[in-house]
């Protein structure tokens, strides 16, 4: 259907987009990669000229670097799953019947407008404070020991602290998904004797399969490089120290623009390396 | 909601923008400082600086972290965004050697940059050259509850060792009513928890580098200080000690919470005054403690500065607030309002000769903790830096927060003292290398 | 409807839902009382809940210490200006990829996605060095462009999703009539895709109402943001916890509020397309 007239007329539209996205990219891009060839040590004389490679190797080579990569993908990991797996059961909840409804899902979605530092430092100072936490309060007053979230679950913590972001997020696509299913093959499925799990697992799931898949992209982009959470609660202490933090840590703690550069390109290998992995899946689901 | 409403809300808002734009005056300080009591105390008071020198201020506020990380980017930048940087007295003698920082040569007579107290004033100098004017300074001593160290029959000596403090430490120690021993820092972060086990690791003897820049944290001395930290702390402190930093342990003692706290002399005004404080009346001040038969002891010397940039255009009205802030005046403006207990402490000798300050029970020893630090001998061995619960090198708050982020797992119990000091000392040696010093 | 629901069904279903709402809301919600509260009452034992004596103190303090309507119109300066500029510019290039698709559609969807996957720490002392040669360090427009690039990538799609379901039959119709590009794009395709644009709106403002990196570096007075405004709470000597709520209060009240009254614009806008 589409004439040369507006195959040209589409490419000038998409022109001034797809130009500041290239600029964007490339101009950061370029000198991240300029400044990764360079020992650039601003409290330390500035840029010193080519040392080629040696910001690679090293930061590689850094014991800190792997233990980052893995804490990287666990805590990506353990948001997606948690968001993943409860959004679904609170979207089949909020989809039932009931009175209230809208004002339910209000109460769900808020933590989504809650900035990521006002929301990590209500968590840490107000909940997680093993003194004057509220959790401190609640396992005293049953008589436990109250837990120190931030350092005997410090993974886990900031887990939860980005789920209970993340989550509305994933429910509120799921729910929509949800609402869309055709609930006569549901009571078809039901007529033919399907218990409410079978139902689930043959009929809302596959439906939920391209929601999913959209929940796990766009989560995935942000969640890579999440930083305020870190920063606010452990400060990369404790084995919670990301990519984006250890490459935080050599840029402005140590003052080291060239080794961070170096870790920013890793953190680009990364980023596509699990964005491949990501667009496979995704470009399967976005077809249908 | 609807597009139109979205659309008039921002228009509205444009217009505003513009408006207020055009209202600046004429001069215009911007300031970056810390969100500590002091400093915000010092913004309430900035309406006077206006009125006597037509200056207008615009204050910049932001938690220590955020703060350094702000002001370092825009001065190695030379971003310009600040006509006055509140810094350390790690940062001053760093940023001055590379030209960054107005010399403070320009202050006036009536300043009387001699009444500085000497440490400071070397503090925030290089090579003779004053870089940053000290708003407040400090160093660190014991605060312990008179009440429970007297129900626990000890006397705490005026100079304690660390054996004392254990010992004091178990016999406050109630954990029925929450009480805890002692609280000390943990929190990981060079100007946190590193800054504490530094000072700790002085006083048994222990030191960051040897004369050829080589980590020490393999030599018994560290194992000793750290085990006895850990020790101390697991059997006496707080639970998740590990997290807790100045602030932190600060409102642990305000809530009654610790028997004793050996933190920053700053300190003592907040937990002596009784709006916020419900152990005013009953803390009692001790120099910070040496292990038996080393001579140094575990104080440190800190300043909270104000620089000023070597890329502003307001040069001179920077030094007109400069020397307003850190005044004499200032200072009795402050004791006139508030009181003698709260002006900024530890600047000027000439505070400790006031006769009202005299009668403040923390001013002696405050000043005394302060004259007994020695940052170009920190420690018993000779270093060669300069800096007590630091090392005044660029390099140094990147490895002092991972090295005390390493400690901070062993303190909570997630690897054992002897992983955390290998680990320190590969670190320590890694960056040393990447740097070019070995 | 097509089944029955009992009554006492739909009363467990709206315990339960309620019950985790709440538990959901929970944290703003202390957030919010635990600011009327004194620095003494918020770090009670037991902690007390509602009966507690209101104040309004540390909203006082709050306001004296910061110059809050600055920081709040710079908030809603630099997000809003973002969003509409990055709605300018995406829709004519969403529009010409869900109509004029061609192989390359969905690798450039997907290349512009991949940028937002850099990490900003990385770059900042390019981008702090960028703005000080242009002398755009401390101002809204910097910001506006910045964060306007940041979102653009999502921007992108979620129009692209929108406009996919407009059936192409409707423009096809247009054309036979003799509309040109003008024409289609003004009164056929954009009152069909306000909806769309319109929740994209919400989500884009909501992010960039929330950046902290770019809005916290980038700023010193003139165009700081509520952002910045809360750096100077976060950890100050002493106890803290109400001035910190009240604070925070502040900070997340406007976009709340939005997003209270905007919510059924913005659950259209969270769907990118999933629902099929």
Redesign the interface.
Known sequence: MATQHSRTAARIMMTPAVFLLLVWMLVPLSMTLWFSFRRFLPLRGGDQGFVWFENYTRFISSSSFWPAVQTTLVIVGGVLLVSIVFGILLALLLDQPMWGQGVVRILVIAPFFVMPTVSALVWKNMFMDPTNGLFAHLWRAFGADPVVWLSDVPTFSIIMIVSWQWLPFATLILLTAIQSLDSEQLEAAEMDGAGPLARFGFITLPHLSRAITIVILIQTIFLLSIFAEIFVTTGGAFGTRTLTYLIYQRVLESQNVGLGSAGGVYAIILANIVALFLMRIVGKNLDR | MSLKTVLRASGAAALCAIASAATAQDTTITIATVNNGDMIRMQGYTDLFTEQTGIAVEWVTLEENVLRQRVTTDITTNGGQFDIMTIGMYETPIWGANGWLVPLDGLSDEYDVDDLLPAMRAGLSHDGTLYAAPFYGESSMIMYRTDLMEAAGLEMPDAPTWQFIREAAAAMDDPENGVNGVCLRGKPGWGEGGAFITVTGNSFGARWFDEDWNAQFDQPEWAEALNFYVNLMNDYGPDGYENNGFNENLSLFQQGLCGMWIDATVAASFVTNPEESEVADSVGFALAPNSEGVERRSNWLWAWALAIPAGTQQADAALQFIEWATSREYIELVAENEGWANVPPGARTSLYETPEYQDVPFAQMTLDSILAADPTNPTVDPVPYVGIQFVAIPEFAGIATEVSQEFAAAYAGQQTVEEALERAQDITNEAMEAAGYR | ???A?TTQR?AI??T???A???L??F??L??IL?SFKT?GEA?A???VFLFFDWTLENYAVVQ???NYM?FL?NS??IA??ST?LGIL??V??A???A??P?KRT?D?L?W???????????????????C?ELGV??S?AALVVILM?IN???I?WMLYTYFREIP?EIL?AARMDGAG?KEELLYILTPMA?PG??ST??LNF?LA??E??WT??LT???A?P???F????????????AK??AA?TM??AP??I??????K????G???????
Not at chain 3, 115 to 120: C, G, I, N, V, Y
């Open positions: 409807m097509a089944r629901v739909k279903n709206t339960i839902a309620w985790i709402g709440l959901i809301f944290p703003i202390w957030t635990t620095e770090v034992n037991p902690p004296e210490r910061s600055r119109w809603i300066i809003g200006g509409l510019v995406a004519p290039a529009w010409s990829m109509f004029v061609s969905k450039i997907l512009m996605l991949s940028t937002k996957m850099l990490p900003a720490v990385g770059v900042l002392y390019p981008i702090y060095l960028l000080i360090l401390d809204r690039l653009l990538p999502i992108v192409g096809e590009l306000v644009i319109a709106l919400l909501i109402w929330n902290a990196f916290l570096n010193a007075v003139d700081a509520l952002t910045a809360i750096a100077s709470y976060s950890s100050p000597e002493g106890l803290f916890f910190l709520s925070s900070a997340i976009i709340l939005l997003g209270w009254f905007s919510q614009q913005l659950v259209r969270l769907t990118f397309g999933a629902v099929k």
